[in-house]
């Protein structure tokens, strides 16, 4: 049993002791710091918190639908909303582009009306990651409503709370670990999305070009570069994970 | 309490379907200051109706008014929301809010009425006072005993002076003693709330002791309406007959004795002093025409002074020395050849007896 469990731990590790033996240690600065990164990385971290507040503040709705109410075709809405977790991401960036490209089912009347044009836009990017993480949140959030007596939400609406007044008093404190859960998973699926981005994004520097594209351009170029690129998404996705333990353990 | 509903109060007659063979057909008006009890087992729909007055779901028949305002018609599709009714619920197993204290809790109504936060405090201070909660006034509902739960639930129903008090087995989630106690002091509680109130229970000893007024409810349809005596008395259908036709009694324990006035009847239990509540059924009361053998220590003779008959069973009451309900069957009526007025003998076994403690300074003691 142990052995087994080590060589499973031993899956997760053995590639980042492969990442950290091809570390250059001495130009680590320069490199982290070059304009390529810093622009990556900003944009990184801007397009998977927005991707997670949307996410948010439409999967958590989108979760209450689904845990309270009976309708019709809840099983088909439910594989719709889990499919981004199995599809491709390249297949999910296709689909996205075909209907909200310049000439998308909905891209072409969107952009005649408004002008706006979303592929290769830094809201394309927020747009592709929403896409493929909000099913995280979704799903958890759902679980957790699922475990929460409706009594509760019951018994604030009869102390005089409205529908908005029991989700933000009543319902979201009281699935404050799951909800969290949610938020981190969510964030990290958006924070290391490469499929879906890359193909209804693009791939431009300073616009489009998020961490995980820039370690698979420099891949080809200047393998030192995408070392210390892959090097501080592992800090910045470790130190979140590790700084939020004790809630994610508990909610889960 | 406005002037209108003080003199309106409830009035319901509705129906909900809540599937294909379960329909609640329900009508019953309650005065302001007046407490009437649906007593029924589970599943009679008694949760239903908490739910339908409360506005948790819609009639789909009918309609409920209460103090001159319309909840709910389903003639005119008029759906007042639960936020809007003014209706206090002590819900089962009280249902706090866990990550509120208890200060929250019953703040939580008033802060939903768009009181401030000050005045909200003070007022669920106010109801924390009155319910002897002030020194729990931090706790979280984790860190309370059932009876404290249910004082807190009772002070969060009422800090919102609803219109309508509805008590859902308000007893049901505590241990023995703690409900003798809480049964008093909840007396005193409803005593002092205007509106009408509404007291679910299963318990027949329950809405016996607390309620004016009793709607047996059986499948979703009142079976019998009446006083507590007469419930217990002249019950109407079998179900009512076992479970609420029970003799209730109360005396003085001592020493495995229980004095009634000038009657002492024995019971199993030698550790219980002081007042007592006495639950004998009518079933379990022996009845003979002359003296019995054996050594059964509760033994008297009486006449019968009336016998009603209800299904295969007849219920005779007897006054002398102990009002009592005795259940027979309707054969052994004509074996015994028993008539109103004949002399019997009762017997009851000790441990046949049910005794509950009952606290009479409970108020003073919680």
Redesign the interface.
Known sequence: MLALAIIGLSVFVIPLLGLLSRVPWGDLGELVSSDLVIDALRLSLLSSLAATAISTLLGVPLAWVMARTEFRGRSIVRALIMLPLVLPPVVGGAALLFALGRRGLLGEPLNQATGLVLPYSAWGVVLATTFVAMPFLVITVEGALRNLDPRFEGAASTLGAGRWSVMRRVTLPMIGPSLLAGLVLTWARAFGEFGATITFAGNLQGKTQTLPLAVFVALESNRDAAVAISLVMVVISLAVLIALRDRWWRAW | MTSVSSQLGLEASFTVRRSPEFTLDLSMAIPPGRTVALLGPNGAGKSTAV?AL???IQVDSGRIELGGRTLDDAGQARFL?????????V?QDY?L???LSVAENIA??PR??RMGREPAMERAALWMKRLSLDDLAQRKPGELSGGQAQRVALA??LA?EPDLLLLDEPLSALDIVTRALSRRALTEHLAQFPGPRLLITHDPSEAFLLADDIHVIEGGRVTQVGNADEIRLRPRTPYIADLAGSNLLSGIAHDGLVQIGATGLRIADHTLEGPVLITIHPRTISLHRGRPEGSARNLWETSIALIELLGDRARLQVSDPLALTVEVTREAIDDLELDTGARVWLSIKATEIGVEADYPGAYAIS
């Open positions: 739910a409360a506005g948790l929301p639960p936020e809007e009714r003014r209706v206090g619920v819900f249902v809010f866990p990550h939580f109504g939903s009425h969060r129903a919102i």
